[in-house]
């Protein structure tokens, strides 16, 4: 099954409220488009959206302010106060389109990077900074915005989003499931068993592979030979591959797969192809191993400049939402910064919760001792 | 009627019934566990009765199985996974490991991961490689997972349900050479607390602690130690995370002298934890090191060998007399 | 890259020395097939195959050969001899084809069941009996005929191949390497990760997947739900379904798929589509899960009836051959059973030997407590 | 100059530049082990050098490295395979554990399996998750497997040339929060054995093991003691498989006292080997238990917790004067 002939069978819808698409101009037919570097919007014979002003200009929204918050925080690394930061810049489109076309009842499953995707689950942002700070592992509770907790291990999570969407489907609901990953990721033994158990069970699950052409400094070529949407095809779903840098098409994109999962059609894989314009984290050196050139080339394609150019020139957006925008930028940055600083060490005693739900007498013991051994520095007034 | 003699496998098939009558986001998941009733039959008759949605033929993938049911888990289902064998659980090892163990302190108690891991351990069937492995010591030193063994019937279905009833996973490891040992099940006893031992046989001269296939051996053992006049106390550890060291302090308070027996090797098992804390414990009662008898430091040998490996009763009974030569 | 265009570069041999083929007459395109279930020889557009009459009785009697070993393993096993056996009855010509395709120094990875394939390699077929005794496990050294020992754990061995490949090639042999494993093993994340690892290094490796269509129980649908070949597209090499039954197509296609890595080409994956006539294994009890007309199905394509009608119809092979090949065989499994009868039992001492290869501490002392604990009851009089 | 001062990083990575230089069937392999030198850049500069066919950068999956690393080996290379923190080897545990460890037993000794496998290990570096564990418990477990790690930047070049001219599988741990220690190290030493431990600092009343990162922290202590008139001998064990039991025994022969520390949880961690062992060889010598010191049975915690959770000078002497006070 091609990813056209299911795309195909999607109703299409055809008023278009904004402006219709100007010219056919996609320069790689495979690679989903509707919104150029140039910010023209162009037509896709099986993928469209149709979305009001006030919709693109939250997309913009969403994508700047995701951006702002990204950057705060690697300012917060270099600062002292977070340990380690793993910046998006340059995946804010393939995270905002994406997130966008999710509903509420829907479940993520994310990587360690996923930050625009949380801020559209409604995730604080100031959570996600726990576990880079080094006071938790994991900020926030994942029932309450149906966005799981980071996976560090790679690929691990695709395997958790397959067996919740196996457990979505068992209960007959027809909400879905999205899981991310890397490129890198796509070689994990784990990514692959994902796709056989969706497969096998139909499960409504979306795999969402940001393919932003590094794995550290591992270029996508040490990953595969092909392009990476392909690999779904050989397992008996459709991929397909969308410009991540271009938000309406990878909203349109991902609501069409998530669709599809809800019609209990089963799994799909979008790949998203776009750039780490980044280190790979605050710890990495990318000079080491790729060319300022490759960055330079992916700047004229960024995601947030290229929605911005069409919303001023279609005249969705008005010199006034900009500045309003910046201003809601700065205290964003200025609220994270703040909640970052206030941020409390974990209490010693953290370390020995939660590790059973049930408890267990050796964490029992451990703790009596080790507070009893924390006790006697006290009273000896160490 | 509520007491049954029973194989212990059959009672780990009633038990599994029981919890798929009684809780409906209780799921059956593992390679074959459907129309075959898992290769020692533990499913026999499920899917049949429960469904195909409930009793779960998994593709051959033990990561895929165990990734899965975390996923199942975080949805509000209760799997119960089967490996096929001891062996074929490190597939798996990672998602159990970097996941089940550790996702519910991640979530700093927000989410629960009720999942059970059952896997049929040890040797003595005559089996080919990676069939006979006792690999409990490489789960037990992971916080976030519990690991237990029964050793009769009726632990093995009581256990199972407390497993399945945990929020927290399980890995229950089946002694499968007693899978068709016989014994009583009251299906309608109040079942003492999960991670307790037992003093299977009272004695004062020596006690004698193991867990699942080797407890039979231990008391086998007692046995014909008392026909010697020696005094040998069993102590069924039934949960190797947490082990139950009070229970085993108090027998080594009265007899002075301890030996540990399993199957895994000896060289960082499940013995040398035993050995250390009990020797913490209990320093001026000892009157002989503790005294370990298990595997050797060698991969699982073939099948003609094994009766040489695994630690029969001769071996248990060297120790009880080098412990009481001291 | 699809097979076919692949396949076509191969210079195609036009002189037949034996009868061409009759007429085309495949019944499934996707299934490369040389001989009809019939024992007619059919043409395929890319895969041909030329073997004189000799060539062709000694594909029938490796295959002879081979289910007589078989037959008698099975036997041995009900008698108590072994304690389990793995039959491949009727996947003789997915073993024999694909064995007799490789070179000397083409190197073997196979899984439990490739009796067929250790047949082609000059393993004696007692050391194969030596696990399944349980007198060792893998009584045989691999370096010898170029065969690893069998590999239990499903799927392990595809990345042992691929690393093998992966030395073949920086060795600037042209050797070929084929990694055998079941329908149930392509789940695994191993064999996936041995496919991503295969095509980024272009290493000479073929997969062989015997897809006899069940894993234990479990039907293929639990594993996939496209065909197995199709896998191989995803990871950007060609993948092919032959006629696992016809020992020429395999013959064929596995042939054609090593000289590609051969060529430098990189990896195949060949789908041999067959089906096992017997139980898993002896401890299985295949009435619990599937039916009788299956099977009855299969009997009518049995891989040896077909070449033999073929043989006798083209005048291949005379009345004489058949019986000798007979009396071949009562000799092999007469030689096979007195062998394994006579086979010793390993000496208690051997479970210390060859933990390691440079030694250890820990071996050695118990290696020594455990003579001193032997010879004690030899003491006293045990 | 054959003795230089390095930090034990660049000892690690002169010793893989000697090892490549040497023995032309020698390959390095991982993720990020070319261009990038590793994520610790432990292999800096060796893919410039030899080339990317000596120095591999992998696909990002761990089983396939290690997987491919065996059949690399049954070619005839030596692979030195880097796993790039702690955490993640374990989807390669399956490999290592039923294919790696066993291979040369299975073959009767055919086949030689001589594949290093380094990894960076503990905590103290202030990392996320999966970054700071230390797992050599369960390997050390697995027979087949060799397991050391290293104290200094001399063990660090020695061990790892002596671990790749082995023939059986190596376990490299590499205490990442030493790597930029410096040491001396003579690269014309003739070194001692692989898994010999080492009597690092003589002392009379209390003896200390440990291994990698906690060396430095056990001679700490005992600088610490040595002011309180308390004289602590401090043993380097180096290897934890095989463990050099015979050293530890002298030592605590004249002590009379051990106490192990290691950062990896207590639970069945490799103190309890030690403590069942020598006590067995040493009962009648000691005048205490063997106590531990190491990880609690918890998940590494974040990184604003681990000072607390690592084992430090004042856990250590405390445990030193607990010994001391029986
Ligand atoms: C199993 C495992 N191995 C190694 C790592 C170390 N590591 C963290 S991120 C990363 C690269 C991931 O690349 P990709 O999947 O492309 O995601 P990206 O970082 O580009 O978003 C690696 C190797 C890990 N986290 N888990
Ligand atoms: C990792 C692992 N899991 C489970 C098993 C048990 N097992 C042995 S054979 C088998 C089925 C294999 O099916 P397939 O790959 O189709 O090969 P076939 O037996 O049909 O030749 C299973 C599940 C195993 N050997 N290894
Ligand atoms: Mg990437
Ligand atoms: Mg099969």
Redesign the interface.
């Known amino acids: 099954m091609t990813v056209e002939s299911t795309a195909a069978r999607k109703p299409r819808r055809s008023s278009k409220r904004v402006s219709a698409a100007k010219k056919p101009q996609n320069p790689e037919p495979q690679l989903v488009q509707l919104l150029t570097p140039e910010g023209e919007r162009v037509q896709h014979p099986d993928y469209d959206i149709d979305l009001s002003a006030e919709e693109l200009r939250g997309l913009y929204r969403d994508m700047v302010l995701t951006r702002r918050f990204d950057a705060e925080a690697t300012a917060l690394q270099r600062q002292g106060e977070l ?2 930061w793993a910046s998006l810049l340059g995946q804010e489109a393939a995270q905002i389109g994406s997130g966008r076309a999710l509903r509420d009842d829907d479940y993520v499953f994310p990587t ?1 990077r996923e930050h625009g995707v949380a801020w559209c689950r409604g995730v604080d942002p100031t959570n996600l900074l ?10 926030w ?3 309450t915005n149906n966005f ?2 980071y ?4 690929g ?1 999570q ?11 489907a ?2 007959g609901a027809d909400s879905a499931v999205i899981a991310y990953f890397g490129d ?11 796709f ?2 969706s ?2 069970y ?1 499960a409504p699950v979306v795999f969402f592979c940001q393919n932003n052409q590094w ?4 270029p996508t ?6 392009p990476l949407y ?7 779903f459709p ?1 397909i591959r969308v410009d991540g840098n271009d938000v309406l098409a990878c909203l349109a994109v991902t609501r069409s797969a998530l669709e599809r999962a809800r019609r209990g059609e089963g799994p799909t894989l979008v790949e998203a192809f776009t750039y780490r314009m980044g280190a790979h984290t605050t ?3 990318p000079t ?2 790729r060319h300022d050139e490759d960055r330079a080339a992916w700047e004229a394609k960024d995601p947030i400049q290229r929605l911005r150019t069409y919303l001023e020139n279609e005249g969705h957006a008005d010199a006034e939402f900009f500045t309003v925008l910046d201003e809601e930028s700065d205290v964003l940055a200025k609220r994270v910064r703040e909640a970052v600083r206030a941020m409390p ?2 209490d ?1 005693m ?9 408890g ?4 029992d013991e ?1 703790r009596a001792q ?1 507070a009893a ?1 924390q006790a ?2 006290a009273e000896e007034g160490n | 009627m509520a007491v049954q003699k029973l194989p212990l496998a059959k009672a780990l098939n009633e038990s599994l019934r029981k919890a798929l009558e009684t809780d409906p986001k209780v799921l059956i998941m593992g390679e074959d566990v459907g129309k075959l009733g898992g290769v020692f039959r533990i499913t026999d008759g499920l899917q049949k009765d429960f469904g195909e ?1 409930r009793v779960i033929d ?2 051959l ?1 033990e ?2 199985i ?12 209760r799997p119960v996974v089967e490996i096929q064998f001891d062996g074929f659980v490190f597939p798996a090892y ?2 159990i490991v ?2 089940l163990a ?12 009720p999942v059970v891991i059952r896997i049929p351990y040890g040797g003595g069937i005559g089996a080919v490689e990676h069939h006979s492995e006792s690999p409990e010591a490489l789960f037990a030193h992971v ?2 997972l ?1 690991v237990v063994s029964p050793s009769t019937a009726s632990d093995a279905y009581w256990m199972l349900q407390q497993a399945i009833q ?3 996973p399980v890995i229950f490891f089946e002694p499968k050479r007693r899978y068709w040992d016989k014994g009583e099940v009251d299906t309608e006893a109040i079942p003492g607390p999960l ?1 307790k031992a037992r003093v299977t046989q009272a004695g004062t001269d020596v006690t004698l602690a193991a867990y699942g296939p080797m407890v039979k051996v231990c008391v086998e053992a007692a046995a014909a130690a008392a026909e010697e006049g020696k005094s040998v106390e069993v102590v069924d550890l039934r949960s190797m ?5 009070d229970t085993i302090q108090t027998s080594v308070e009265k007899t002075g002298r301890l030996v540990v027996v399993h199957e895994a090797p000896v060289f960082y098992g499940s013995g040398a934890e035993i050995a250390a804390r009990i020797t913490e414990r209990c320093f001026y009662h000892l009157e002989a090191p503790v005294l370990r008898v298990g595997g050797f430091h060698a991969p699982y040998p073939p099948a003609r060998l094994e009766e040489e490996y695994l630690p029969g009763l001769d071996r248990v009974l060297d120790a009880v007399d080098r412990s009481l030569a001291y």
């Open positions: 340990g380690l360690y726990g576990m880079f700070r080094g006071v938790n592992h994991g900020g509770d994942p029932t799981h907790l996976t560090i291990v790679i691990s695709t395997l958790h989003a397959t067996g919740y969407a196996m457990g979505v068992k209960d890198g990721a796509s070689s994990q033994g784990d990514v692959a068993e994902s056989t158990f497969a096998v139909n794995a550290i400094s591992e070529e040490r990953q595969t030979r092909v392909q690999r779904a095809q050989g397992y008996g991929g710890s990495d050196d080491r191993y060490d974990p010693d953290a370390m020995f919760d939660h590790v059973y739900a049930d267990h007498a050796l964490v451990e080790f051994y006697s520095f | 949605d998994t593709p993938a990561s895929g165990v990734g899965s049911a975390i996923g199942l888990a975080l949805r509000g289902y990672d998602q970097t996941q550790k996702m519910h302190a991640r979530a700093l108690g927000k989410i629960k991961l916080a976030g519990k945990s929020d927290d991670h995370s947490p082990i139950d060291f």
